[in-house]
């Protein structure tokens, strides 16, 4: 189907399900119930998963094929953020314009930082990339104040033009962002019983642009380009005894994995129209590295898993706090109910990011394929078993992608 | 004229003269080899020829176009196909997709982004690279993991990627050291059997003699930078000044 295989075909429509159903699928606990805090239903929540996951697909394209790890791709967020915020300020509140516009000046910023970069490899690539990524950060705080607002961020006004829009609704607030007329805040509740679930025009734009976006790297993936971007990642010295050039190969694929990111800052921005520096910073650009690490570098579905992983860990963890421990562990006598929230204090809250390098670690350690590869073992492991039930010979384990 | 001519290189690496005053002329469809005791300079040679190295002095042609300044990714393009000591091959790639992508160089060029179209669409690469791989005797092969092969087998997994392009020219460094006899001399029938049916000019550098003799119809010897003669097989054997410099050595 659309001009995948099987294999493929299955894969796309298990991240439209999972996309398209996430509504469901993220609230599985009634509303009242204690485990309630464990849903991630929420519109802004949902938003961040896949628009996270639109970053760590496109990051993909470059570390995952190439090998060339960039730790400066946040700029590229950054650059799309600002760009779609100056749209809604300027044009008016529609998000494609903004969304395109984004894109685009992302992809021209990541041709000309990829233009550079690429002239090292290895680690001297990462560090220069890095290096523009602060340059940037630095630059949008101060020097740029004019375009960025500086350390505020970049926000609408009332006085903003919008010349294809209002400056203010009738009721003098800032108009809000739209889809030709569907805002994107506008959120249907449905009420099932003790569950609530909640459906978001602008989670919906997001997901279908996140699904189009996946489709795209499976066909990017397929194609000789792709093939060609493996090889370099494989062997730069038989590509260029082979009559290829890497530099533009390598290029090209910094531009497209920088296009993504600036669509995932534009969608971002769209959501909520506002842009800081803080979203060019490199403890940003790291996040995604360890989206697609811990997914699984390289998988077509492993960034997918790993932001969605991640940004659910992060909200979960950090929403807990004593008090939620205090209540989890009221059955324990009262000097171990003490000293076991103590152990877990450090973990919780604004901890989580202890956790978070925990479980990066024993997945690099003991998965060095990412999640992708424990789900690969788990389906290894039951056929063989199901094998063994059935006295029939074990079937073969699927090679990693 | 040869198809390939190099006049007056010379190469130095800080204090070491590595090449001086080399001349040297390939004949078309030949099998020319290059001999010379450790250090003599011929892999600096080859490389001056393809790109790697620029030498200090000298020129070399290419079917009368200098390859000079010429980037290995050109010179290759031009029609000269190299096989590395050690097997350089895409060893994460499967053995189709390794012979696939020199005939994706061959037919698009340096660079084409071809991003959108599935590589199986490909049905001339495909079938190019099949057909290439049973030339090979390795078409059961297909579906490993380059990486995986034995030895003998990525060297013929070389071979026929330079093959696939149609090269003018194959230069082989050493293509048997650390091989097995057995290995050698499948090696040695390959490169026999290519220069016989194909349209092709053969250069290559050897320490083995038992190869040197069994291919070559034209050979070079190297010494200390320097070509020391240039003879048939038959002349080389009983030169003086090469038992001196190179065969007294090992004999
Ligand atoms: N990149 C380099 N920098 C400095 N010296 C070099 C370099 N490459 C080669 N040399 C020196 O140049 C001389 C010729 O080396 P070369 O590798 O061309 O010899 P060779 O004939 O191929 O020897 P072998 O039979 O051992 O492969 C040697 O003394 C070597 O140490
Ligand atoms: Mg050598």
């Known amino acids: 189907m659309f001009g995948l295989d099987k294999k493929d075909t299955s894969k796309l429509i298990i991240v439209a399900c999972l996309a398209l159903l996430a509504p469901f699928i993220l609230n599985p606990f009634p509303t009242d119930s204690a485990l309630a805090q464990f849903n991630a239903g929420y519109p802004d929540l949902m938003q961040r998963f896949v628009i996270f996951g639109i970053f760590a697909i496109g990051f993909n394209i470059l570390f995952g094929l190439t090998g060339y790890l960039s730790f400066g791709h946040a700029a590229f967020l950054g650059v799309g953020s600002y760009s779609a915020v100056w749209m809604f300020k300027l044009i008016g509140m529609n998000v494609i314009p903004a969304i395109v516009l984004s894109v685009i000046v992302a992809g021209l910023f990541a041709l000309l930082i990829g233009f550079v970069s690429l002239r090292r490899s290895g680690i001297y690539f990462s560090i220069l990339t890095l290096a523009f990524a602060q340059m940037s950060f630095n630059l949008a705080y101060s020097v740029l104040t004019p375009i960025t607002n500086g350390e505020t961020g970049l926000q609408l006004t009332l006085e903003d033009p919008r010349i294809l829009g209002v400056s203010a609704t009738a009721d003098g607030s800032i108009p809000v962002t739209n889809l030709f007329g569907l805002e994107m805040r506008s959120t249907f509740e449905m009420a099932v019983g003790p569950w609530a679930f909640q459906f978001n025009a602008g989670y919906y734009l997001c997901a279908l642009i996140m699904l189009a976006a996946f489709y795209l790297s499976i066909r990017i993936f397929r194609s000789p380009f792709g093939m060609m971007l493996r090889a370099v990642k494989s062997n730069q010295q038989r590509m260029n005894y082979t009559g290829l050039n890497t530099r533009p190969y390598t290029l090209a694929a910094f531009v497209i994995s920088g296009m993504y990111a600036g669509l995932a800052g534009g969608l971002m921005a769209s959501m909520d129209p506002l842009a800081g520096a803080e979203r060019m910073q490199w403890t940003a650009s790291g996040e995604v590295v360890l989206m697609t690490i811990l997914g699984g570098a390289g998988t077509l579905i492993g960034p997918v898993l790993g932001a969605g992983f991640i940004k659910y860990f992060e909200n979960i963890f950090s929403k807990i706090n004593d008090n939620v421990l205090h209540t989890w562990f009221s059955f324990l006598p009262d000097g171990m109910e003490d000293a076991v929230v103590f152990i877990i204090h450090p973990f919780i809250g604004k901890g989580w990011h202890l956790t978070l390098g925990i479980l990066f670690m024993l997945v690099v350690i003991f998965l060095p394929g990412g999640l992708v590869e424990g789900g690969q073992r788990i389906k290894g492991w039951l056929s063989r078993r199901k094998s063994k039930d059935g006295g029939k010979a074990a079937g073969e384990t699927n090679p990693a992608e | ?251």
Request: proline fraction near 4%; aromatic fraction near 4%.
């Open chain 2, 1 to 251: 004229m040869g198809i390939l001519e190099v006049k007056d290189v010379g190469k130095r690496f800080g204090g070491l003269q590595a090449l001086s005053n080399v001349n040297l002329s390939v004949q078309e469809n030949s099998v020319h080899a290059i001999i010379g005791p450790n250090g003599a300079g011929k892999s600096t040679l080859l490389n001056c020829l393809v790109g790697k190295l620029i030498p200090d002095t000298g020129s070399v042609m290419f079917d009368g176009q200098s390859v000079l300044g010429r980037a290995p990714y050109e010179i290759n393009q031009m029609g000269i196909s190299r096989v590395f000591q050690t097997p350089e091959i895409f060893g994460d790639l499967t053995v189709l997709e390794n012979m696939m992508i020199p005939c994706f160089a061959k037919r698009d060029g340096a660079f084409e982004l071809n991003a959108l179209s599935s590589v199986l669409r490909q049905k001339d690469i495909l079938q190019k690279a099949e057909h290439m791989l049973e030339e090979m005797n390795m078409a059961d092969k297909r579906h490993m993991h380059a990486a995986a092969m034995s030895r003998g087998d990525k060297r013929r997994l070389e071979i026929g990627m330079c093959l696939s392009q149609e090269p003018r020219l194959l230069l082989l460094d050493e293509p048997t050291a650390g091989m097995a006899r057995a290995d050698t001399n499948n090696t040695i029938d390959l490169l026999k059997q290519i220069s016989d049916e194909r349209d092709i000019t053969i250069a290559i550098i050897e320490h083995d003699m038992h190869v040197v003799f069994s291919l070559a119809n034209r050979i070079t010897v190297l010494a200390q930078g320097t070509p020391l003669v240039e003879d048939d097989p038959q002349n080389i054997r009983g030169n003086p000044k090469v038992r001196e410099a190179y065969l007294g050595e090992s004999a």
